[in-house]
């Protein structure tokens, strides 16, 4: 199983930037995919992930401004990252599991998904 980010980089506060994950050996529609970051000194948090019937859930800090999608023909999960803050700026890791953690990640319950990503910076500069 592989799961490759694309899409980080650098943006100003107030921008947008899009992730994309492409999965490998790997049926996404088939699970639950995902979003997490982890500044530095911080603990990895949630921000957002997709069930396999579409449901979402969102970590509050994101809500409305971030979004989660799939593409099923392109094997191919997305983060939509709108109105960016400086805070927002950490490593971005695509994560993957056959059992739905999307309400976990909207509770903020620690949960690591089976399959991950090598993640991939995005800086928000002021």
């Known amino acids: 199983v592989q799961l490759v980010e694309f899409g980080g980089g650098s943006v100003q506060g107030g921008g947008s930037l899009r992730l994309s994950c492409a999965a490998s050996?790997?049926?996404?529609?088939?699970?639950?995919g995902g979003w997490f970051r982890q500044a530095p000194g911080q603990e990895r948090e949630g921000v957002g992930a997709?069930?396999?019937?579409?449901?979402?859930g969102y970590a509050n800090s994101v809500k409305g401004r971030f979004t989660v999608s799939r593409d099923n023909d392109k094997n191919t999960l997305y983060l939509q990252m709108s109105d960016m803050k400086p805070e927002d700026s950490a490593i971005y890791y695509c994560?993957?599991?056959?059992?739905?953690?999307?309400?976990?990640?909207?509770?903020?319950?620690?949960?690591?998904?089976?399959?991950w990503g090598q993640g991939t910076q995005v800086t928000v500069y002021s």
């Open positions: 050996e790997y049926t996404l529609s088939s699970s639950c």
């Open positions: 994560a993957a599991d056959p059992q739905p953690f999307h309400l976990r990640v909207e509770d903020g319950r620690k949960w690591s998904p089976t399959d």
């Open positions: 997709i069930d396999n019937d579409g449901t979402t």
